[in-house]
């Protein structure tokens, strides 16, 4: 007792959670009573309890259970914080409570379970008792089952989800206790209640015994609707509303309120309920085979596999693009019936299970089915009529109209009938809504046709698709479309939409599935939830059918024809109401009688009663002789005013009309009667509509030849659109007849039509302007200008009541707009027959580049067709796929090519939305800020065209609103709030957004946050308070407050709903201040941010004052794309065009327009639409902003510039023309600019640019401005590098001839500046014929071209001496004096004593140097010549310098003929002491072109272009005559500039044949080897020449090596006849590379190869053999670290590091990438030790990689070796031993030469450092000394290895033994020549070498004969054609060491010569 009084003195709280089972029974006692007295249920004492109620329900204690269960229903039912509880309370009941024997406990638990219902926590109680449904227990499984029907019973299907429980029944049948079987069969039954038939398709796998039993109970259940019983704790004022209706007696009243209650049985779709089925994965592996298979048996099949797996009610979403194809190719081309008809009930199939994930799908299957529709059995017909049902419930009628209506002319009739049988099911399925008048009128249209159709099958399908559309959209909406049929048709169509409206009525009662024809009826299940109401939306329309004949009589009579009266009827009629005078004397011949006539007729028509005037009578009367023909105007006059009258008072009809019109039109250009007759035509079309009158009076018009008729009557109807408006128009008639106008030679009547253009441009804005793209240029500034004036105006408001009733007809519920209509009427390419296979697997392929180029061809397409059609083929896969490629460049591109492509479809582009818009939106998730700008301005492109609609409806935008991706949350919901808050209306679908809006209300991105914020005011416009409250109450709780919080904020500043109207009805209207803009955006634009077609202004009356939303104004940001467009092989088919003269060819003397609008049309496509538009302007300073423009994207858009080069030279050969400077200064800073930048990627210009652009620049150095002279002249040169020089000169010489005296002297300068550049072979066609039109010159009257002629010869002397006299033919006495006058001074002013032996040799381009002296006063113009000769860039004028110690070039010696006036005198030498020096023979098959060359780089680059030619021949022909070059100019700097570009050539040859020849069957392999074999021989060759090996750059012996490596892994090359030698020859070659090329450049070469293999797939192989190369040069490096450039390796090593980190190499496959580096990082550490860390200076910044750190760790001293190096220090401290000591340490030096031996000698004295540093020093010395006298006993090499491969040390060998033996011997006599005036005396250079030639004497004497031999033996190799065998082994290249005696006999030769 002692311990019950020691707990009992506990608090409540703390008795529960006793030890001792009564404490706990007390205290849950206590706590019941104190929560029944508790009245505030948020008072303080909840919450003691609140982590104690779990307790009160896992109590072990069976009797304190019971007592703790009540207490926690009392909690749970008072306390406000009990929702806190329910997870765990709940579990708690499920696994303490329901497996009690007690039934009490059992039923208190599930009480506590309800009650946590009904306080709002239905979802967290459903899944806990739906975990309990998986428990072992039996017991727990049954009370589960039981809590969860109770739940459902009493709460209904609306507070309960039913898709789990129905998802688990299956399951509960199967379970082997019988009660968990009978429990799991009630809760069936209560499930049955609520959703009826939409839960058996679940339940069809249950047993048949269950199933049947399940049938009988179902039987049972009473047939009203499901009511709930109990209600939530906010629905208590619907309870207390159910219990009024209960009290009065009317349960099932169908007011408001009952229906409310009603709900709460909602419509369940079964589809639904269903779980997926994945088939794509079930398919058979053969199936695609065995479907492709010749046998119908294994296509019979494949297909009934597809079937049995396409009969799942709902399929998993997936990638059905292969089958859909597949099952469309079996329809449309199976010959077999009975496949076909399998087939379309497979597609049927996967259109019923996936809904509207199908309709991707269904623009691609739709037209191939109605094709097939021409079968005529039966059976195929009914299944492609179910299948196309199918289709149709996936999409909408307005994505496949394209399609209806393409196959509506076919010619085969069962096609048209079928297609109109299909519109009528469709369109019993739709509403209003969901059919756009702009929809309406086009299937109007076509049905229309087929009413007069021949076959009776047709008219009748057609009527009654019309009836089912007239009952649908309603007759007054209809009627104006069937205004031309006549009444026994109209009557029939009347009497199909009856029939129609019995059969909606007889299925609407059954208040169940929609009225649906029996091929509609889709084989599944049940038909989508949103087709449910369409039965109950279809009434309105039906009921909105008749019209109200009071109100509209006059219209009704209109649109009836009224019948011809005969003329005796008329006058009749006329005489009954007309006065007896006046009939009489309407005939008179009087004219007095006649005007008293008519103005008696006039007062009577006014008089009479409107109603009863006999219209057509009394107009009938007006035409009674002379009738219209009146000769007197005041009779015209007043018979117009009777028309008038009677068209205004009278009913007058379109017949009456017809009397008068022809008479009106024919009066109307008359000067006294044409006021007149446009006011009764004013009041005829007020009576008629202006439409009809409009289109009769033009056609008439046009119909006379009276100029003055056309445009008077022209002028009429416009001043009639501004008065009546211009609804109802026919736009297209209207178009073709201003057509007609514009056409007219009559000047006025071209006014009339601009001026009628301009106002109709007012109501359709910029898409009137596509109409007439193709007028004369001329002719469209003046409509654009006529547009222009319209801008800022807005449509005046009709004044007219006819035109208020047209306006009523035409635009109520319009929701598409002008616009729209007028883009249906614009001509559209249909682009699928463009859209290739070829052209898709590009876009697909791995190779970006490849991918990239697919992206170009498809946006060349789009920019070539402007307006396309909707039938895109595959490209809708392609393009959604490179949506999400990797390479972020491509996706811009993608994304640029939608947009595009959307304003290019146009409306069209609404069938794609799901296809090809949704994926934008899930680009608007990228990481990149650049991609989610695209997308966001694709998204905004689309939408534009298609409307919101489309977007929002079904649950893709829902979905993509779930991605967790902040980037895209934030961007969709910003557009969604700035889309929602324009629009009137939304679908019910938005409302699958408010999940994910809310989950966007808590995201951990404070930015998603604020978006989820900013839209839920605009949601809550659309959706409303309630629902989105309502869909609060759904999460859970601490979610739930935050967002009700955030709900009651937002509904106080919710904006208005937006009024229904044109401007918020997609696409958006343009106001007329944007339409010449948006003119202008034709053609379209790929880089305009929000390219749109604008939609029409509306002219419904009452609606003119409406404000017109503008889009953003033009700025920046439209700028922001590329200026310049890649489109593939265009410039090639230009030059094909411009070459059969399909277009103009660019030559004229004055640029004429249609040159320009040629070049205008040509860059369209090419270029950005506003940098086309600045080009094109005329405003020079739109010139200015363009080029400025090209000068900033020049170096970024190098591609796309040569892409389009030629049209850009063309544009500035324009500028040439223009009057103003600083246009022409900015045109040519921006060709320096160009022209140096074509020069350094090595472009030559196509032969199509070159004439299109040189002409004119030789035009322009006539100019009369110094400034642009000299920018012209610039230019020119710099032209030289991307045209060969040769090419020009024609060019030039045509200048010559201009009448422009400055002209004239700057070509002649020019030509001089080219002569002493290149020499005289530069002269075309001849040097003789050209020099003798220059020396016309000579007599010139002008001084300036006299003496630039004059100079240009002297150039020519200098080069060729006396033979100019011979090539400049007869001058004149006084002609030739002034010439040899100037030749004279020249050479005196030029002579100076060490060159005059300059003169007596022969002259090559170099010996030019006396161009360069100083002018006197009549050689100033030469003086700018010579200027412009020292301002050439080194690049030209470096392959003419020739070194002193090769300005003798026996070559030309011996082929230069010309006589010689004195001789140098030759040194006689001793030949036994002379090495022999190899010197290169010239092949006898040399060509006579490069031998007699001069300067021979225009020739070298001609035969370097040879090796590129796709002709084997040629190629190998251009390599062997390259072999000739090196061989002939070896020892020249000729070829320097060259071995990029013959490298270049190499590699593109290569490539070709790997690629393409390797892969041609009709190529004989035999010549692929061959060629193999002459490119690696000729690369050999140029390899072997010392000063051409180094010059090759990293980047293309980058290249070079990759391409030889590729061929070197390729295992097709062993497959060749001679692939056995190519293989060791490339080795050889690699050899030869790693000798004599640059290390540096090599090394940087691996390495970025090296990383470019690494980055992209690759073959192992392939990343091996680069990294065995890699290893080879680190054999090199201790022989060549001194020739190594440390600095730039380890900058590559740096960038290799910042891709590749080390942890990134470890993870590769294969770590030798990781070991490599590291070995060469250790190597060069190794080498260099410590100073290693001094040559990072390259790189900016060391923390990017971890370099720096691993060197530093590197020359980190071990403490081995620390420890190793003391020792040393110790015994060298030791006298004994301090020799031996020295020793080891110096070999320890060379062991480690990375350790600096500083640190450890700093605290020692300076005694024993300096011992220390003179010991190694000497040690030092003895081990050189001894490295050089070894090789004298082994017969070895002398030569240091670090000189070895050095070709300046055989130089300087070669020059030292030169000098020893008198060669270079300076002293010569006065008045010979030198070879070089820069030459040291022989005792200076002896100095220099003297040493090293004692040692090298003796050594190079013994293997003199050796070395010479195989030298010789490696030349004539090298110089034997390609069919040679390839050299076995690599071989030392040919050194300078000339055979003395050759040297000898050839110096003989060539004296003797003389």
Same mark, same amino acid.
């Given at each position: ?87 765990? @309370? ?18 208190? &638990? ?24 998986? /428990? ?13 029907? =109770? ?31 009978? &429990? ?24 048949? @015994? ?101 009969? /799942? ?25 009975? *496949? ?82 299909? *519109? ?250 044409? %006021? ?193 059609? +909707? ?55 990228? %990481? ?100 989105? /409250? ?112 399909? @277009? ?331 090495? +022999?020096?190899?010197? +290169?023979?010239?092949?006898?098959? *040399? ?173 192992? =192989? ?160 003895? =081990? ?52 070089? &005036? ?31 031999? &195989? ?15 390839? +050299? ?22 060539? =004296?003797?010569?003389?």
């Amino acid at each position: 007792m002692g311990d019950d009084s020691e707990w009992r003195k506990l608090p409540t709280d703390q008795k529960c959670e006793h030890k001792v089972w009564k404490a706990r029974l007390t205290g849950y006692e206590e706590a019941l009573k104190l929560f029944q007295r508790i009245d505030d249920d948020k008072s303080p004492e909840w919450g003691k309890f609140l982590g104690l109620v779990k307790k009160f329900v896992t109590e072990s204690n069976t009797v304190a259970q019971l007592k703790g269960l009540e207490a926690a229903f009392v909690f749970v039912e008072n306390a406000h914080i009990a929702t806190r509880t329910v997870g765990e @309370v709940v579990s708690g009941v499920v696994c303490k409570v329901f497996n009690q024997p007690k039934a009490r406990a059992k039923d208190m &638990g599930s009480d506590i379970c309800l009650m946590y219902i009904e306080i709002e926590k239905a979802e967290a109680v459903q899944e806990e008792l739906m975990k309990g449904l998986d /428990n072992k227990n039996p017991k727990i499984v049954l009370a589960c089952v039981e809590t969860i029907r =109770k739940a459902l019973c009493e709460f209904g299907a609306k507070t309960l989800t039913l898709k789990p429980i129905v998802k688990v029944l299956p399951k509960l049948f199967e379970s082997r206790e019988k009660v968990v079987r009978d &429990g799991a069969k009630q809760l069936a039954v209560e499930v049955y209640r609520w959703i009826r038939d939409a839960l058996r398709p679940s339940l069809q796998n249950i047993s048949p @015994v269950q199933l049947k039993e399940l049938e009988e109970e179902w039987v049972k259940v009473p047939p009203g609707a499901a009511r709930q019983s109990r209600f939530l704790r906010s629905q208590q004022d619907l309870r207390v509303k159910y219990q009024q209706q209960q009290q009065q007696g009317e349960p099932g009243g169908d007011d408001q309120d009952g229906d409310e209650i009603e709900d709460s049985a909602p419509q369940v779709d079964a589809y639904e309920l269903l779980e997926p089925v994945d088939i794509l994965s079930k398919l058979p592996k053969d199936f695609y085979e065995k479907i492709e298979a010749k046998k119908w048996q294994e296509r019979k099949e494949a297909l009934d596999a597809l079937e049995a797996l396409a009969k /799942n009610p709902k399929l998993e979403a997936g990638d059905y693009g292969d089958l859909v194809r597949a099952l469309k190719k079996v329809i449309g081309k199976d010959t077999n019936v009975m *496949l076909v008809s399998l087939a379309a009930k497979c597609l049927a199939g996967l259109a019923a299970g996936l809904r509207k994930k199908f309709g991707t799908y269904a623009s691609h299957v739709v037209p191939t089915i109605l094709e097939k529709f021409k079968e005529k059995k039966a059976q195929v017909v009914q299944a492609l009529q179910e299948t196309i049902d199918a289709v149709y419930l996936t999409t909408t009628l307005q994505n496949l109209s394209e399609d209806v209506l393409a196959v509506m002319d076919n010619k085969n009739p069962s096609i048209k009938q079928q297609a109109s049988l299909f *519109l009528v099911r469709s369109l019993r399925l739709s509403t209003t809504a969901s059919l756009p008048k702009s929809l309406v009128k086009l299937l109007c249209a076509a049905l229309l046709k087929q009413v007069n159709d021949s076959t009776p099958d047709v008219r009748d399908a057609a009527f009654e698709a019309l009836g089912t559309m007239m009952k649908v959209v309603g007759e007054k909406t209809l009627n104006p479309l069937l205004a031309d049929l006549d009444k026994a048709k109209l009557d029939k169509i009347k009497d199909s939409a009856e029939k129609m409206e019995a059969v909606g009525r007889k299925k609407g009662d059954e208040k169940s599935v929609p009225a649906q024809p029996a091929p509609m009826a889709s084989s599944k299940s049940s038909v989508p939830p949103k087709k449910v109401p369409l039965a109950k939306k279809t009434k309105p329309a039906a009921g909105g059918t008749h019209l109200d004949g009071g109100k509209t009589k006059k219209p009704k009579n209109n649109e009836l024809a009224e019948a011809q009266l005969s003329v005796e009827v008329c006058e009749e009629k006329a005489a009954a109401v007309l006065p007896a005078a006046c009939m009489q004397q309407l005939d008179s011949s009087n004219w007095k009688e006649r005007l008293a006539s008519m103005e008696d007729f006039l007062k009577a028509v006014e008089q009479m009663d409107g109603s009863e005037m006999p219209c057509q009578a009394l107009v009938q009367m007006l035409a009674k002789k002379p009738g219209w023909k009146e000769s007197n105007f005041q009779v015209l006059q007043l018979k117009m005013d009777v028309v008038a009258v009677v068209a205004q008072r009278g009913r007058f009809s379109k017949t009456s009309a017809s009397v008068v019109l022809d008479a009106l039109v024919d009066k109307v250009g008359d000067v006294k009667c044409g %006021g007149k007759a446009k006011e009764a035509l004013t009041a005829i079309a007020e009576a008629c509509f202006l439409p009809w009158t409009a289109e009769q009076v033009v056609s008439m018009a046009f119909a006379q030849k009276n100029p003055k008729n056309q445009a008077e009557t022209l002028n009429w109807l416009a001043n009639a659109i501004k008065e009546f408006g211009f609804a109802g128009v026919n736009v297209k008639a209207f178009i073709n007849n201003v057509k007609t106008a514009l056409g007219a030679s009559n000047p006025a009547v071209r006014t009339a039509a601009i001026y009628l253009l301009g106002v109709m441009f007012l109501y359709m804005g910029a898409p009137l302007r596509m109409f007439f793209e193709d007028e004369k240029p001329a002719l469209l500034s003046q409509i654009d200008t006529e547009f222009q004036k319209m801008q800022g105006q807005t449509p005046p408001a009709a004044t007219r009541g006819s035109s208020g009733r047209a306006a009523d007809q035409e635009t109520e519920e319009q929701d598409d707009g002008g616009a729209a209509e007028v883009v249906d009427l614009l001509p559209r390419t249909d682009i699928s027959d463009k859209i290739t296979g070829e052209m898709v697997a590009k876009m697909g392929d791995k190779n970006w580049k490849i991918r990239k180029e697919g992206l170009d061809q498809m946006a060349a397409v789009l920019s070539e067709a402007k307006l396309v059609k +909707p039938a895109l083929g595959d490209l809708p896969t392609a393009l959604r796929a490179r949506l999400g490629d990797s390479n972020k460049i491509l996706v811009q591109q993608t994304l640029s090519i939608l947009q595009q492509l959307a304003i290019a479809m146009g409306p069209g582009s609404r069938q794609h939305v799901k296809t090809l818009g949704i994926p934008v939106v899930t680009a608007l998730g990228d %990481g990149k800020n650049t991609v989610r700008s695209a997308a966001l301005s694709t998204l905004t492109a689309w939408v534009e065209q298609t409307g919101l609609k489309e977007w929002l409806e079904g649950e893709e935008l829902s979905e993509e609103l779930k991605r967790e991706n902040p980037f895209l949350r934030q961007e969709l919901l910003c557009w969604l709030s700035e889309r929602l808050a324009t629009v009137h209306s939304v679908p019910l679908d938005l409302q699958l957004c408010l999940a994910p809006l809310y989950t966007c209300l808590e995201d951990r991105n404070g930015e998603v946050r604020k978006k989820a914020q900013d839209a839920l005011p605009v949601f809550m416009t659309h959706l409303g308070f309630s629902k989105m /409250n309502k869909a609060a109450g759904k999460l859970k709780p601490a979610s739930k407050d935050q967002v009700l919080a955030l709900l009651e904020k937002a509904k106080s500043s919710m904006p208005a709903k937006p009024i229904k109207g044109p401007t918020s009805a997609p696409p958006v209207k343009l106001a007329p201040s944007e339409a010449a803009a948006a003119a202008a955006a034709m053609p379209l634009d790929l880089e305009a941010s929000e390219p749109k077609i604008p939609k029409a202004a509306s002219a419904a009356k009452g609606k003119s004052s409406q404000s017109v939303k503008k889009p953003p104004v033009k700025g920046e940001e439209d700028r922001s794309g590329p200026l310049f467009i890649l489109v593939p092989n265009r410039k090639e088919q230009r030059a094909k065009e411009e070459k059969s003269l399909k @277009v103009l060819k660019w030559n004229f003397g004055v640029p004429r327009d249609e040159y320009v609008e040629q070049l205008k049309t040509q860059m369209a496509p090419c270029v950005a639409k506003w940098l086309q538009e600045d080009l094109f302007h005329a405003d020079f300073q739109h010139h200015v902003k363009a080029i400025n423009a090209m000068i900033e994207r020049l170096e970024v858009e190098k591609e796309a510039v040569v892409s389009c080069l030629d049209l850009i030279l063309k544009w500035f050969t324009l500028r040439f023309f223009d009057t103003n400077t600083s246009v022409l200064m900015k045109a040519l800073e921006f060709l320096k600019l160009l022209f140096l930048s074509l020069s350094k990627q090595d472009y030559h210009l196509s032969e199509l640019e070159a004439n299109a652009f040189i002409p004119y620049a030789v035009l322009k150095m006539g100019e009369s401005k110094d400034v642009v002279r000299k920018d012209v002249r610039v230019i020119m040169g710099m032209m030289c590098k991307v045209y060969p020089t040769s090419r020009i000169f024609p060019f030039i010489m045509e200048g010559t001839k201009s009448k422009n005296s400055k002209q004239r002297a700057e070509c002649l300068e020019e030509i001089g500046c080219l002569i002493t550049l290149c020499g005289v072979s530069v002269c075309q066609p001849t040097a003789a014929k050209a020099l003798k039109e220059i020396a016309v010159h000579i007599g010139d009257r002008d001084t300036s071209v006299r003496n630039a002629a004059l100079n240009t010869i002297v150039v020519v002397y200098n080069a060729c001496g006396e033979q100019v006299y011979k090539l400049i033919g007869n001058l004149s006495e006084k002609d030739l004096s002034m010439l040899e006058e100037r030749i004279k001074r020249s050479a005196k002013e030029t002579a100076q004593p060490p060159k005059q032996a300059e003169d007596k040799l022969p002259r090559t381009a170099a010996s030019n140097a006396n161009m360069l002296r100083k002018p006197t006063g009549d050689e100033q113009p030469a003086a700018q010549l010579r200027q412009r000769v020292q301002n050439t860039p080194a690049v030209l004028q470096a392959p003419c310098e020739v070194t002193p110690e090769f300005r003798l070039d026996l070559d030309l010696l011996e082929d230069d003929l010309s006589p010689i006036r004195e001789l140098p005198e030759l040194v006689q030498l001793d030949s036994g002491n002379l090495e +022999p020096m190899a010197l +290169p023979t010239p092949k006898p098959n *040399l060509t006579s072109t490069l031998e007699h060359q001069q300067c021979p780089i225009s020739t070298i680059t001609a035969v370097i272009s040879k090796i590129t030619s796709r002709d084997l021949n040629t190629s190998i022909q251009g390599l062997t005559q390259m072999d000739t070059v090196f061989h002939q100019y070896s020892r020249s700097n000729v070829m320097v500039s060259n071995v990029n570009q013959f490298l270049i050539s190499t590699m593109i040859q290569l490539r070709l044949a790997h690629s393409s020849h390797m892969a041609d069957p009709r190529l004989p392999k035999q010549e692929v080897s061959k060629l193999y074999g002459a490119v690696i021989s000729s690369i050999m060759t140029m390899f072997s020449v010392d000063v051409l090996a180094q010059e090759a750059s990293p980047g293309v012996l980058k290249d070079l090596l990759e391409i030889l490596l590729t061929i070197l892994v390729d295992p097709r090359v062993e497959d060749l006849p001679q692939g056995q030698k190519v293989l060791p020859s490339i080795n050889r070659l690699l050899m030869q590379l790693f000798k004599d090329a640059d290390k540096t450049n090599l090394l940087s070469a691996l390495l970025v190869l090296l990383q470019d293999t690494l980055s992209s797939p690759v073959s192992s =192989k392939f990343t091996d053999v680069v990294i065995k190369c890699l290893w080879r040069m680190m054999k090199f490096l201790p022989e060549t670290i001194a020739h190594v450039n440390l600095d730039s390796i380890l900058l590559d090593i740096h960038n290799f590091m910042k891709v590749f980190p080390k942890n990134a190499l470890r993870q590769l496959p294969n770590d030798m990438a990781h070991r490599t580096l590291k070995t060469l990082l250790h190597t060069l550490c190794r080498l260099t030790g410590p100073k290693i860390l001094d040559h990072l200076t390259l790189i900016e910044n060391r923390k990017e990689s971890e370099l720096e750190s691993y060197l530093q760790s590197v020359n980190v001293v071990k403490p081995k070796d620390k420890a190793e190096l003391l020792q040393i220090l110790k015994k060298i401290s030791i006298k004994e031993s301090d020799r031996e000591g020295l020793v080891e340490l110096w070999e320890y030096k060379q062991k480690h030469p990375h350790i600096d031996l500083s640190p450890f000698l700093q605290n020692m004295s300076h005694t024993f450092q300096t011992f220390i540093e003179q010991g190694l020093a000497s040690i030092n010395a003895e =081990k050189r000394v001894t490295a050089k006298i070894h090789p004298l006993s082994t017969g070895e090499c002398a030569a240091p290895p670090t000189e070895h491969l050095r070709p300046s040390v055989y130089m300087e060998r070669l020059k030292a033994l030169r000098q020893i033996n008198g060669l270079e011997n300076m002293d010569v006599p006065s008045g010979t020549g030198s070879v070089s &005036g820069d030459c040291e005396k022989p005792d200076v250079k002896l100095s220099l070498f003297q040493d090293k030639l004692r040692m090298l004497h003796g050594l190079e004497n013994k293997q003199k004969q050796d070395d010479t031999e &195989g030298i010789l033996k490696l030349s004539s190799h090298l110089l034997q054609g390609p069919e040679q065998a390839l +050299p076995q082994s690599p071989v030392k290249p040919p050194s300078s060491r000339p055979k003395l005696d050759d040297l000898r006999r050839r110096l003989e030769r060539i =004296k003797n010569n003389r």
